[in-house]
């Protein structure tokens, strides 16, 4: 009688090996029809309790019982891990890869490279000059007076051996013209700091680009010629300027730059604030004693300079409200200016 119940454990047993190696749906459909089909193993054995001695009857029904519920919630299990496998494994092939996150340039790296090419095409050099400057080419080969504001330790930040952060890049037009003589044609970008309070519209760090034209015969129209054509590229072709007279130490006359909006075509909109012009920097032409000081002779050459701000320009070409956007190095920001994720 103790036969019975050891083929049971056996059929258990055997159960358990053929659970254990069923690795695909059609294996576990193998062993669920073969032991709990409707004419599989278990459902024979259930028929056979009948004629089975009346002494173990019980013992066998209860086993069988457990064996059946056994093997169903092992082939329940083993299903939900062929379900969660596939998950993985159905990987589709055809979808387009991934790409890893792409940075971009900087915008005012961008606007800087725009500005530069378009002065590179127009036959100027691009120069550098130290941000770090002495009072002499900062100031006083600037022809800057001892009272002028800029000299202010409250506007200009001095380091405590006396050299200064430059305020402007127009020093660099004295080391240029002290290393080289004339014809020169050269503009710098880079730069400059002053003690401002850092709002929507003022940053204590910035960026100018300073343009100087040194030669025989250069006049004022030069001047006014080669920065119309310089905002034509840079705002589109109707485009135009205004110079209006103004006072830089360095140059006599001087003026300040405008341009006519080109957001409402010099009509007035928020953005000009109703004038139709946009200011866009100072110019003029070399002061005398300028020239005079890197050894230039006035009587025989003279020249034209000017500076802008870059990030006003990026500003206004980006529509970009804030200029502490640019220095924040917020990525939300700066992947607008062409990256990719
Ligand atoms: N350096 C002046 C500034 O920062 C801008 C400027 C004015 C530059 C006149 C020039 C110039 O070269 O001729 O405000």
Redesign the pocket.
């Known amino acids: 009688m103790q036969d019975h119940l050891k083929q049971l454990s056996d059929h258990l047993k055997q159960f358990k090996k053929r659970a254990s190696d069923s690795i695909n749906r059609d294996d576990l459909e193998k062993l669920r029809v073969e032991f709990i089909g409707r004419k599989g193993l278990i459902a024979s054995l259930f028929k056979q309790i009948g004629s089975l001695p009346p002494e173990i009857k019980g013992r066998f029904g209860q086993e069988l019982n457990a064996f059946k519920q056994y093997a169903q919630e092992r082939i329940d299990s083993i299903s939900r891990e062929l379900d969660s496998d596939s998950g993985t494994t159905d990987i589709d092939v055809t979808l387009p890869a991934r790409l890893p996150l792409l940075g971009t340039l900087h915008p005012l790296t961008l606007m800087e490279r725009e500005i530069k090419s378009i002065f590179s095409k127009m036959g100027f050099t691009i120069e550098r000059g130290p941000e770090v400057e002495d009072t002499w080419h900062l100031f006083d080969a600037l022809n800057t007076p001892e009272w002028h504001p800029s000299r202010d330790p409250s506007d200009t930040f001095y380091l405590e051996d006396g050299s200064v952060l430059r305020?402007?890049?127009?020093p660099v037009?004295i080391r240029v013209m002290q290393e080289r003589k004339p014809p020169i044609r050269i503009v710098a970008p880079g730069r400059?700091f002053r003690n401002d309070k850092p709002d929507a519209t003022h940053s204590p760090f910035f960026s100018?680009l300073?343009?100087?034209y040194v030669d025989k015969g250069v006049t004022f129209s030069d001047l006014k010629g080669t920065v119309l054509e310089f905002y034509k590229h840079i705002f589109g072709k109707s485009v135009k300027t205004r110079f209006r007279p103004h006072f830089?130490p360095?140059?006599e006359p001087?003026a300040e730059v405008d341009v006519s909006c080109p957001f409402c075509n010099g009509k007035g909109c928020r953005i000009c604030k109703r004038t139709g012009w946009i200011e866009m920097?100072?110019?003029?032409m070399v002061d005398p004693n300028v020239l005079n000081i890197v050894n230039i002779d006035p009587e025989i050459y003279t020249g034209?300079?000017?500076?802008l701000g870059i990030e006003r320009l990026a500003l206004l070409l980006y529509g970009i409200d804030d200029i502490r956007l640019f220095f924040e190095n917020d990525i939300r920001f700066l992947m607008q200016f062409g990256g990719r994720r």
Request: aromatic share 18%; proline share 0%; no cysteine.
């Open positions: 305020t402007e890049t127009s037009q400059v100018q300073e343009g100087l830089f360095f140059t001087s920097g100072g110019s003029g034209w300079a000017f500076g």
